[in-house]
């Protein structure tokens, strides 16, 4: 009997989806309607109208011409032809030399940053300056200046000649030696200010708790300090990897012709070649591998905050 009391009791209607009520659609009419509402949107307006001119209608008119055939007909060819033959290998190039020059800027600038942590703040600041000022000369300049040093009778190469090194005089331009050290030294800056920032930020009393504990200087680096500043290193290598990408002047300079990278192809096409269509496309491209290490840097982030809440919770 109460088996079937309870079998025809009625069952509880499941809620609806909560929706756009009346109430909130007046509470936005009212939001609106506020005098500072309508102020903040005047003083956006001119923000908004200078971002759609000088970005947002590029972009889309760059895509547009990246979509045309030589006909006036809408096509893709221009990005077949963009991963095909010549041109893949050029966009693998820069790809490649991106990747390299992304990590030996960690490197460095991961040493160089640790360093700079552990010195007094008046010595701290020098260094920093010594980082950051040569940032402020044209890249022209440096880029002629790095070819000085690393010429066959260069600064670099005669030190390394009276040293009697074997092998030297080396090849250090022309090749992707060169650009990678020339495109390193353009991103060094960015990743040393994004480290320091981040190592300055650490808690040393931390350090300190895990080597009270018994804790090895390897085993505090590997558990603590470096969890500490992942998120540094991962916004470092994404924003020079970035950077590399649509890099022109410096491996235009100092590479070879198989050292080619998209943006110097990108040159070709347009002031060589009048290929318009073919230079758009591969800018779409660029802006797509843009937009793709943009979006790994937000999983990134997501993963390690997934990661240590985890770890919180255990």
């Known amino acids: 009997m109460a088996g079937s009391a309870l079998a025809t009791q009625p069952q509880p209607k499941s809620q609806p989806a909560p929706t756009a009520t009346p109430g909130r659609m007046n509470r936005l009419r009212r939001a609106l309607a506020e005098r500072r509402t309508r102020y903040g949107l005047l003083n956006a307006a001119p923000v908004v109208v200078y971002l ?11 895509l547009l011409l990246s979509l045309k055939g030589e006909e006036g007909g809408w096509t893709l060819h221009w990005y077949a032809d963009a ?11 820069t790809l490649r030399i991106s990747a390299e020059t ?13 360093a700079v942590t552990r010195l007094k703040p008046l010595w701290a600041g020098l260094v920093m300056l010594v980082v950051i000022v040569p940032h402020f000369i ?20 005669n030190v390394l000649t009276d040293l009697h090194i074997p092998g030297a005089p080396f090849q250090l331009l022309y090749n992707e030696i060169g650009v990678v050290i020339g495109t390193t030294s353009v991103m060094l800056p960015y ?19 895990a080597a009270s504990m018994g804790a090895g200087r390897i085993t505090i680096f590997r558990r603590v300090y470096l969890p500490l500043v992942a998120p540094g290193l991962v916004n470092a290598g994404v924003l020079c990897f970035i950077l590399c990408l649509g890099y022109y002047l410096t491996p235009a300079l100092m590479g070879g012709p198989k050292q080619t990278m998209v943006a110097s192809l990108i040159d070709d096409q347009v002031m060589k070649q009048n290929q318009w269509n073919g230079a758009s496309a591969l800018g779409i491209i660029l802006l797509l591998l843009t937009f793709a290490g943009l979006l790994l840097l937000r999983l990134l982030k997501s993963a390690g905050e997934a990661y240590r809440k985890r770890g919180t919770a255990s």
Do not use: K
């Open 191 to 209: 990743t040393v200010l994004l480290l320091y920032a981040v190592m300055r930020a650490v808690d040393r009393r931390l350090l300190a708790a």
């Open 52 to 62: 759609l001119i000088l970005f947002v209608y590029p972009i889309f008119s760059t």
């Open 102 to 114: 992304s990590l030996l800027s960690l490197v460095i600038g991961f040493l160089l940053a640790n």
């Open 83 to 93: 991963f095909q033959g010549a041109n893949l290998e050029i966009l693998l190039t």
């Open 138 to 157: 044209s890249a022209l300049v440096r880029t002629y200046g790095w070819i000085i040093l690393l010429g066959e009778h260069g600064v670099v190469n």
